[in-house]
């Protein structure tokens, strides 16, 4: 009888399908971003919409961005999205709790957020050690950020009570940080570079960049990407692989076209000045993922730092390759 039943439940989703095939309708997906819209770390979406792939899927994709990551994966564990652009961090915290979310696509495999540091303060903040006791910036508490951030400082002696974490955002982190919120943040660029630019703020270590990574962490580090819950991709595969062939096409795109014309198809506002856009991505580029695919050493590399910083005591005992599912960007790479 359980047999009949799921034979009719697969039927069933079928013909759901076909009928929204043959009406011509769009299929709408909630699909959540843990940041400000223009992020450096989340670019494929907002190539992929401005491109208009997502609408050649078929897909109505109804974006919401989120003030961080933390949020982003809250609301797609609990179900008020169903897929989210966001690290990879989320997918782990999940496994931790009982719940089963996987990342399906790789957007960034190196963490692409420098640590920015007030300029008033150059004379005074040399190293990591320096920010012990002082109060510092990251998108959102629990986000991915935050665990950079943690695993700097505890990586130079910081002990957890001398931290004092602020979350400031994405696009707010420069008021944050001119403000005097904070004395030094883990930003995300464009914003970070339009701080730099004008003489507002230097970097203390670029996680943009391979050197720097490397020297923090090891080697790459799995950063931010497309997760969905495990249910989700269970029930909807058709809509996943839209999703991840919209995505896949934007990651190519960027490959074969210069920065500029990056900027060129993006909305004006996510823009801004044309010059440093060009300047913070090009910055960004090494941080890229050329194929899309998230890898076991980079995951490896998340749990290690979670491991490290006490927040999931024995994660490296986690199977990386349970927390990723590679075979719709795959499939995604078959097509030409």
Do not use: C
């Amino acid at each position: 009888m359980g047999k009949i039943l799921r034979s009719m439940v697969a039927l069933f989703i079928i013909l759901a399908g076909w009928q929204v095939a043959w009406s011509g309708e769009k299929e709408k997906v909630d699909f959540g971003v843990g940041s400000a819209p223009g992020a450096s770390v989340y670019i494929q979406v907002d190539l992929a919409r401005a491109l208009g792939y997502f609408s050649d899927e078929g897909l109505d994709v109804n974006l919401q961005h989120f003030k961080g990551g933390a949020v982003a994966g809250a609301a797609l564990v609990g179900g008020s999205i169903e897929i989210s652009a966001n690290a990879v961090d989320h997918v782990i915290k999940a496994k931790q709790q009982g719940k089963e979310l996987r990342m399906i696509v790789s957007f960034t495999h190196l963490p692409g957020t420098p640590l920015v540091v007030n300029t008033k303060y150059r004379n005074e903040i040399k190293s990591p050690k320096d920010l012990r006791g002082r109060p510092v910036g990251v998108t959102a508490p629990g986000s991915a950020t935050d665990l950079l951030m943690r695993y700097m400082l505890s990586k130079e002696g910081v002990r957890p009570e001398e931290m004092k974490i602020i979350g400031v955002g994405t696009n707010t982190m420069v008021p944050a940080l001119e403000n005097d919120q904070v004395v030094a943040a883990m930003g995300v660029d464009p914003w970070v570079t339009h701080l730099v630019k004008r003489g507002k703020g230097f970097l203390l270590v670029d996680l943009r960049t391979e050197k720097d990574t490397r020297a923090v962490f090891g080697g790459p580090y799995q950063f931010t990407g497309l997760l969905a819950r495990a249910d989700v991709i269970e029930r909807r595969p058709g809509m996943i692989q839209k999703v991840v062939n919209a995505l896949v096409k934007a990651n190519r795109w960027m490959t074969a076209n210069p920065i500029e014309k990056w900027a060129d198809v993006l909305p004006p506002e996510l823009v801004g000045d044309k010059a440093t856009w060009v300047e913070s991505f090009t910055a960004s580029k090494e941080t890229f993922t050329a194929d899309s695919l998230p890898t076991r050493e980079a995951v490896m590399s998340v749990l290690r730092t979670f491991e490290a910083v006490g927040q999931i005591p024995n994660a490296t005992k986690m199977d990386p390759d349970g927390l990723i599912d590679t075979r719709f960007v795959r499939k995604a790479l078959e097509r030409k």
